[in-house]
């Protein structure tokens, strides 16, 4: 792990006010953002290679019984992304939303061999940090994805992985985020039991549904 992170305090309204007032070109802005999306991307990318928390999070994913998946408000979307792209080639994948799962029954039965990922950044919904000590504390394996050492998740289990989330922007930064979620669902299904067998069975299935417009009657 790695202390990176947002500065404790901030929220979107302070970051418009230091990053975003003022006047300037929207050509001047554009430039501001992709350098800094570079940087981020080129730093995410050295940090994950080293990272043994990346490894040791897949190899949860992939031997587990059940995954689940948290995060709340932006979190959500990569929850969302992450879980998508584990149930192409794992079964047993579900996004703990509130909706289809509630938390109160994944946490009313949570085995060892179960795994949760917890995306949490800055200012850490409390919703999901009591899901992830509730989980850790009923025996469950978790695995954190957040963005400073300070975070309140930290303590909860030695699978951290902390990505960088600056940002030129009123938001803070999806990219590192979004290509650990990548990685994370790449090196998990590579090594899942019947992971190749279940990609191909989708891809028929897809088809015979006439899911796509480019293989619609």
Not at 4 to 23: N, W
Not at 66 to 74: A, D, E, F, Q
Not at 81 to 89: E, N, Q, R, Y
Request: charged share 20%.
């Amino acid at each position: 792990m790695s202390q990176t992170a947002t500065t404790p305090g901030e929220s979107p309204a302070d970051r418009f006010d230091e990053r975003l007032s003022g006047r300037r070109s929207a050509a001047a802005l554009r430039a501001k953002v992709l350098a800094k999306e570079r940087e981020n991307f080129d730093a995410a990318v050295e940090l994950l290679a080293a990272d043994p928390a990346v490894l040791a999070a897949a190899a949860l994913l992939a031997g587990a019984r059940r995954r689940y998946v948290i995060g709340h408000g932006k979190s959500r979307s990569y929850a969302a992304m992450l879980s998508s792209d584990l149930t192409a080639g794992m079964a047993n994948v579900h996004q703990i939303d509130n909706a289809s799962l509630h938390s109160l029954d994944v946490l009313a039965d949570v085995r060892d061999t179960d795994v949760l990922v917890c995306f949490s950044f800055h200012r850490y919904r409390h919703t999901s940090v009591v899901v992830a000590q509730e989980f850790a504390a009923a025996g469950g394996n978790l695995v954190v994805i957040t963005d400073a050492l300070t975070s309140p998740l930290i303590p909860l289990t030695d699978t951290v992985i902390v990505v960088g989330t600056e940002s030129a922007s009123y938001v803070n930064s999806p990219t590192a985020v979004t290509l650990l979620c990548h990685l994370l669902a790449t090196l998990s299904v590579s090594s899942a039991k019947g992971a190749k067998r279940r990609i191909g069975r989708r891809e028929d299935v897809a088809k015979q549904l006439g899911l796509y417009w480019d293989e619609a009657e």
